[in-house]
């Protein structure tokens, strides 16, 4: 456990309504990262943030921003959700001090958007 | 072409069979290279890791990597009911600790 919490860990919401999920870590790691998992899709990167207020797009970043504000949350938001944003979404932790390629995940949010 | 492929199964095994999960990559930069586990409705959590070429083995599961075919194998012997789950191949180029996934492999194991 590398103490990372997601919140919510269930959300229905509909279409056209703003959202934002959130991960919070309590070990001072470095590196963040928002992905989403999807049938027949794998986990996708969504954004990264490699430090304070420094942040980057990964492979899905569309229709998503975050935001860093302090070491230990990363805030991910849906600005007007779609159906096809429907997921399950994972925040991971990695730092310097580990091997490249080392993440610890946290327990998802599972996020309908009807 | 995606840069990572990786068999999707599903893969339903009696308990003790030799089970190997396999991924192939496009990428010549990818230098470590990792098998996460995934059970059902959890993070996936790291299992194994490589870096360049070669075997590494830690109780019943082996990493092999051919970086010269491109190819990564992942094997467990002597299968059990726990070793049910879905395992993703990852790799990485190592200098911005981005990972790149299959889509993963979901793997069952029957007693």
């Known amino acids: 456990d590398a103490g990372i919490t997601q919140s919510p860990r269930h959300k229905v919401t509909e279409t056209g309504t703003p959202v934002t999920l959130r991960c919070h870590q309590t070990e001072n790691h470095r590196y963040m990262y928002w992905y989403r998992q999807d049938p027949g899709h794998g986990l996708r990167l969504i954004h990264y943030?490699?430090?304070?207020?420094?942040?980057d797009k990964g492979e899905v970043s569309d229709g998503y921003s975050v935001s860093r504000s302090k070491t230990e949350d990363f805030l991910l938001t849906l600005e007007s959700a779609t159906s096809s944003q429907t997921s399950v979404y994972f925040c991971?932790?990695?730092?310097?001090?580990?091997?490249?390629?080392?993440?610890?995940f946290g327990p998802g949010t599972r996020l309908t958007v009807t | 072409q995606k840069e990572v492929e990786q068999d999707p199964g599903p893969l339903s095994v009696p308990e003790g069979a030799i089970v190997s999960l396999n991924c192939t990559y496009s990428?010549?930069?990818?230098?470590?290279f990792m098998w996460y586990r995934q059970y059902s409705r959890k993070g996936p959590e790291l299992l194994m890791y490589?870096?360049?070429?070669g075997n590494k083995e830690d109780g019943r599961f082996t990493a092999q990597v051919d970086k010269s075919s491109k190819y990564i194998s992942l094997f467990i012997r002597d299968s059990q009911p726990s070793d049910s789950a879905t395992y993703l191949c990852?790799?990485?180029?190592?200098?911005?600790?981005?990972?790149?996934f299959g889509k993963g492999t979901l793997l069952t194991v029957n007693p």
């Open positions: 490589t870096y360049s070429s």
């Open positions: 943030s490699y430090g304070v207020k420094d942040t």
């Open positions: 991971a932790i990695s730092d310097p001090g580990l091997i490249a390629g080392e993440q610890y």
């Open positions: 990428n010549s930069a990818f230098q470590y």
């Open positions: 990852a790799m990485s180029g190592g200098s911005n600790y981005k990972l790149t």
